[in-house]
């Protein structure tokens, strides 16, 4: 799998716009983008994922670069709940296994 | 709620026990997979099922063990428990069909308590 680097830890104020980037400069032609987020010590959630083009959800909006080598996930209105660790994590589409980084410490202050 | 359900919650045991972990998939979700949370390695992926057949191993000991049954649930099976056995094991399910990646949805995991 890609290797992936992100942000040890950011703060974000609550209500404001969270970004949080993701390098994957090896990244091949046919990996996805996928970014979960553990609240705690809950089971991780699944955001979004993407290939090439910017993608939206209910959750959030990820940026992809033009060329891939990285992204940013965006939470539009952050809240307190968003505090958890978000993983960014690159893989075929035909690969099985996640291999999660460190992740980044997202802190939504009030 | 992921759908995911794990048994038990909570489990402590001593040095040199062995204890089984519990999986239940999604409903339809043919693939199962466990994770291994510890405070100093983060999440490590230990191993896969596909429809009753291992599919892909990751960094699984080999006092570690797990089966999925034809009804898709899955067992983890520890045994010759070490103290750095302590972690959250977390289990997740996916469709997976054919070659085509899907989403994994993890369930709450089970905290192991080895002392």
């Known amino acids: 799998d890609a290797k992936t680097t992100q942000p040890t830890s950011m703060d974000c104020a609550e209500g404001r716009a969270a970004n949080l980037p993701c390098n994957h400069s090896t990244i091949s032609g046919n990996e996805y983008v996928y970014w979960y987020r553990q609240i705690h010590s809950q089971g991780p959630q699944y955001i979004i994922h993407?290939?090439?083009n910017n993608e939206t959800n209910e959750m959030a909006s990820l940026i992809i670069t033009e060329d891939r080598k990285s992204s940013t996930l965006i939470l539009p209105h952050a809240t307190l709940r968003d505090t958890a660790v978000y993983y960014c994590?690159?893989?075929?589409?035909?690969?099985?296994?996640?291999?999660f980084g460190p992740g980044t410490r997202l802190s939504v202050l009030p | 709620d992921s759908g995911v359900t794990q048994t038990p919650k909570h489990l402590i045991t001593a040095t040199g026990q062995r204890v089984t972990l519990r999986c239940s998939p999604r409903s339809g979700d043919l693939s199962v997979y466990w994770y291994q949370q510890s405070l100093d390695q983060g999440l490590q992926f230990l191993i896969q099922y596909y429809n009753g057949e291992e599919r892909a191993k990751g960094n699984i000991l080999e006092r570690f063990s797990a089966q999925q049954f034809p009804d898709l649930h899955s067992e983890l099976n520890l045994s010759s428990l070490e103290l750095g056995d302590s972690a959250l094991y977390f289990c997740?399910?996916?469709?997976?069909?054919?070659?085509?990646?899907?989403?994994?949805?993890f369930g709450p995991g089970t905290r192991l308590t080895v002392l």
């Open positions: 993407g290939l090439k």
């Open positions: 997740a399910s996916s469709v997976l069909a054919g070659n085509s990646y899907n989403e994994q949805f």
């Open positions: 994590i690159v893989i075929p589409n035909y690969g099985q296994n996640f291999v």
